[in-house]
């Protein structure tokens, strides 16, 4: 996301441990998942150059999908692929719906995703611990007419973008599964001849934590309280949803919740 672009993106699962009769039951394991939902990407620059170079986060949504199995009557639980995409894209094609245009483009990063996470909890994509590379995201949208609220002729501008995402790491466990992603991501605007190149930590759920002003609107201010996994009833907020394992707190740039601890996804 640009400075002052808005959010939005893609998906979450959970298992529980019971124990029946004072008699213990180990844990059952869990394979690679992700966090169904939105996630907020904050970005860190490596390199770059033009506007490429100025994005500082947004919502990314992953998802994870079974290959059939052989006779394609049941999913291959040993065989599963990923999707990364980010709110840029998301939204530029939900911008363009209805016009025919980017009909053919593959808004969104694809590829394998390994099945176990290793003995620290982490799951691989991307070229990460030896996985293939992600297919990458690419946008080539035309020059296309559309009308605004009032009813004006507006000029979207044509487009020619690639996104790749590299090195992923997902830690995954059965009290935090797939909630946080550390990687790399390379932004190329083909039209401008720019690239940059950035690394990533995402959590997951993004919950917004712009401070409040008397009426109620959102501010420019964060707000590290809106971030609580156990929110507080007597002050009207709702817990954030949070896994209260993780040490986070509201970026001021961002006005989300970011992880202010080394992150456990990080190789």
């Not at 966090?35 to 150059?49: P, Q, S």
């Not at 995409?85 to 998301?90: E, I, L």
Request: aromatic residues 6%.
């Amino acid at each position: 996301m640009k400075k002052g672009h808005s959010f939005l993106a893609v998906l979450g699962l959970g298992l529980g441990l019971a124990s029946f009769g004072g008699a213990s039951c180990s844990q059952p394991p869990i394979q690679c998942v992700v966090g169904h939902g939105n996630f907020i990407a904050k970005y860190t620059l490596v390199e770059g150059t033009g506007s490429c170079a100025d994005l500082v986060g947004e919502k990314i949504g992953l998802s994870t999908f079974l290959a059939p199995n052989a006779d394609r009557t049941l999913a291959d639980y040993d065989k599963r692929s990923i999707a990364v995409q980010s709110d840029t894209f998301g939204g530029l094609v939900r911008e363009r719906e209805g016009l025919g245009a980017g009909e053919d483009d593959i808004p969104y990063a694809l590829g394998a995703y390994t099945t176990n996470p290793d003995e620290r909890d982490l799951c691989f994509a991307g070229g990460a611990a030896g996985t293939s590379a992600l297919a990458p995201a690419e946008l080539d949208l035309p020059e296309a007419e559309v009308m605004d609220a009032m009813g004006n002729p507006v000029t979207l501008p044509a487009k020619r973008l690639r996104q790749t995402w590299e090195n992923l790491s997902v830690y995954v466990t059965a009290a935090a599964p797939g909630t946080q992603v550390v990687g790399s991501m390379k932004y190329e605007d083909l039209m401008e001849g720019c690239s940059a190149t950035y690394t990533f930590v995402a959590l997951f759920p993004a919950v917004h934590c712009a401070k409040a002003d008397a009426d109620g609107k959102p501010t420019n201010e964060p707000d590290d309280a809106l971030c609580d996994p156990n929110g507080n009833a007597a002050e009207g907020r709702t817990p954030s949803g949070i896994n209260p394992d993780y040490r986070v707190k509201c970026d001021p740039t961002l006005l989300y919740c970011v992880l202010d601890e080394t992150p456990r996804a990080a190789p």
